[in-house]
């Protein structure tokens, strides 16, 4: 396991009420990709899963921060800010430029506090969980993105537990 279950600063689930509820399961889903990639270096961070997948943690942080970004800043703020790593030429670059150089690494979890940042600001000062925004021309609450957010991090971290016990054997909750 990757901490005791006495050490794990995870909710124990008994959140009350719909907003606390969301909101801790998500913390806690975003707390699990943390715990994932703890203690590795730039190359375990940067290491593929098998060919000709590119997929791997320091990919899954980055393309987290773009998720993220995309959900809080672009949807339900209405930025007009481009996605990190996301190109028109390369809609993938969150995981063909996840490399094993240190400061790419570093970058790449100061992009993702900064977007997990913005979202708990936003969902905290949000008046309700029916405040909306638009994709496309569609409505979308933010009751319905933090639903969608937990579901894409408990996604992702079923591919972590993978990843990880490839790099190092280490699997856990």
């Known amino acids: 396991m990757f901490v005791r279950p006495d050490d794990d600063s995870r909710g ?3 959140f009350v009420g719909e907003r606390a509820t969301l909101v801790g399961y998500l913390r806690d889903q975003r707390l699990t990709l943390e715990m994932k990639c703890a203690g590795l270096d730039a190359e375990a961070m940067a290491r593929r899963s098998v060919p000709p997948s590119d997929l791997s943690l320091l990919g899954l942080v980055r393309h987290m921060s773009g998720v993220e970004h995309r959900w ?3 949807v339900l703020a209405g930025q007009d800010v481009p996605r990190p790593y996301r190109t028109e030429e390369d809609r993938d670059a969150d995981f063909n430029g996840a490399v094993a150089e240190p400061e790419v690494v570093a970058e790449a979890w100061r992009t993702w506090r900064a977007e997990v940042a913005f979202a708990e600001r936003f969902v905290a000062e949000a008046p309700g969980l029916d405040v909306t925004g638009t994709v496309g ?3 979308i609450a933010l009751r319905a ?6 579901e894409e991090y408990a996604r992702h971290n079923g591919h972590a537990d993978f990843l990880r016990e490839r790099i190092d054997g ?3 909750q």
């Open 12 to 14: 124990d689930s008994g």
């Open 145 to 150: 993105v933090l639903v969608h957010m937990i």
């Open 72 to 74: 809080f800043r672009q």
């Open 137 to 139: 021309d569609e409505p």
């Open 170 to 172: 280490r699997v856990g």
